[in-house]
C-alpha cells in the first residue's frame, strides 16, 4: 500500500479527563501522556495539564523557538472534544483555546498545556461530561506565506 | 505486535496558521507546517466572497497526496485555536466558529466552490468566525494566538472502496 502520509504527526497525548465530583471538582484524566492535572486561576473552564516526564512527552518533545514565552509553536497539535449529557445531549462549551506553558528552564520546552474553556457568554465553565484530547507533535515542514 | 489499525487514515497537512503584521501594509496569514504550499485571504469576488479576516484559502502542496487528490468525502480534519495572551480571561478565545470547506482551483489564481471533476479539492478553506458579532476574524490579538489544523485522509488503504469520488487519483475501478 502506498504511504501517502506528507505530514508526519505522532500522538504524544490522548485522554478524557472527567469530573467524578461534578464541575467545578477535581478534574481527573484517564489515559496516556499527562502525569498529572489541577485547575488553573479559575473555579472551571481551565485545566493545566503536565506531560510526561521522558520521551515524548517532556523536555524537549514540545519545543518552543527563539519566542517569547507562550508564543506559537508550530510543532503541537492538539484536539479537545467536549462530551455531552442530557437529552438532548449538551456540552455548554462552546469555544477552547489551547496554549502552551514553556518550563522556566533553559531548554526543556513546554512540558505543560493549559486548555480554557468557555461557554456562550464567554464564562470560563467545565463541561459536565468531560472532555477528550489528543495532542500529537508535529515533524518538519516550514514557513508558507 | 497487533495491528489495531481498522480505520487507517493518513496526515496530509499538519501546521499552525498566524498572522503576521508587517511593519507596512496589511496583516497577512502565514502557515508553519507541511502539507500546503500557499495561504491567502479568501479573495473577494463570485463564487467566493472573502472577509477582511478570518477566511484562508490554503493550496495543497503538489504531488501525493495533496494536490488534486483529496476527496471532500474523504477530508478528517480539525482547527484548534491557541489561546489569546491577552483576552482578559485567561488564555481563551471568543472564536467558537470553525469550518473547513473544500476548493478547487482549477488555475493559478482562480478559486472555486467544491471540487471540480478531474481535479478534485487542492485548496482548503478555512472560516473562524465569532457567533456573538457574526463576523469572521483572525486568531491574533484578543482572539487567539493562532489556529492550529490537521488534514487525514481517511480510507487511507484499499478496504472500504468507494465509487462516490471525484479526483483522478481516487477515480473508481471497474472490477469485472
Given amino acids: ?145 | 505486535m497487533t495491528d489495531y489499525a481498522a480505520a487507517p487514515s493518513e496526515p496530509i497537512v499538519q501546521g499552525l496558521i498566524t498572522i503576521m503584521t508587517p511593519q507596512t501594509g496589511l496583516p497577512f496569514p502565514s502557515f508553519s507546517g507541511c502539507g500546503v504550499s500557499s495561504i491567502i485571504r479568501t479573495p473577494p469576488g463570485l463564487p467566493l466572497f472573502g472577509n477582511l479576516a478570518g477566511d484562508y484559502l490554503l493550496t495543497l502542496d503538489e504531488g501525493l497526496p495533496g494536490d488534486v487528490a483529496i476527496d471532500p468525502i474523504f477530508g478528517r480534519s480539525f482547527l484548534t485555536i491557541r489561546g489569546s495572551l491577552s483576552n482578559p480571561i485567561h488564555l481563551s478565545t471568543p472564536i467558537d466558529q470553525k469550518s473547513i470547506s473544500y476548493v478547487a482551483s482549477p488555475s493559478p489564481g482562480v478559486f472555486v466552490a467544491g471540487p471540480l471533476p478531474g481535479i478534485g479539492s487542492n485548496v482548503v478553506r478555512v472560516v473562524l468566525a465569532v457567533s456573538a458579532t457574526g463576523l469572521a476574524t483572525d486568531p491574533d490579538g484578543t482572539d487567539g494566538s493562532g489556529c492550529e489544523i490537521v488534514i487525514w485522509r481517511g480510507n487511507a488503504g484499499p478496504d472500504s472502496y468507494s465509487t462516490n469520488l471525484t479526483g483522478p487519483l481516487f477515480a473508481p475501478t471497474l472490477i469485472g
Fill in chain 1, 1 to 145: 500500500m502506498p504511504d501517502y502520509a506528507a505530514a508526519p504527526i505522532q500522538p504524544i497525548v490522548s485522554g478524557f479527563v472527567t469530573f467524578p465530583g461534578g464541575v467545578a471538582t477535581q478534574p481527573f484524566f484517564q489515559g496516556k501522556g499527562v502525569s498529572s492535572i489541577v485547575r488553573g486561576p479559575s473555579l472551571q473552564g481551565l485545566y493545566i495539564l503536565t506531560l510526561d516526564v521522558g520521551l515524548p512527552g517532556n523536555a524537549g518533545a514540545v519545543p518552543f523557538g527563539p519566542s517569547p514565552p507562550l508564543a506559537p509553536d508550530p510543532d503541537v497539535r492538539t484536539m479537545v472534544l467536549p462530551l455531552a449529557i442530557g437529552e438532548p445531549p449538551l456540552s455548554t462549551i462552546t469555544s477552547i483555546g489551547v496554549s502552551y506553558i514553556p518550563s522556566a528552564l533553559s531548554g526543556v520546552g513546554a512540558p505543560q498545556i493549559e486548555i480554557a474553556m468557555t461557554e456562550p457568554v464567554f464564562i470560563l465553565a467545565d463541561p459536565p461530561g468531560g472532555f477528550q484530547i489528543i495532542v500529537w507533535r508535529g515533524f518538519g515542514g516550514g514557513v508558507i506565506d
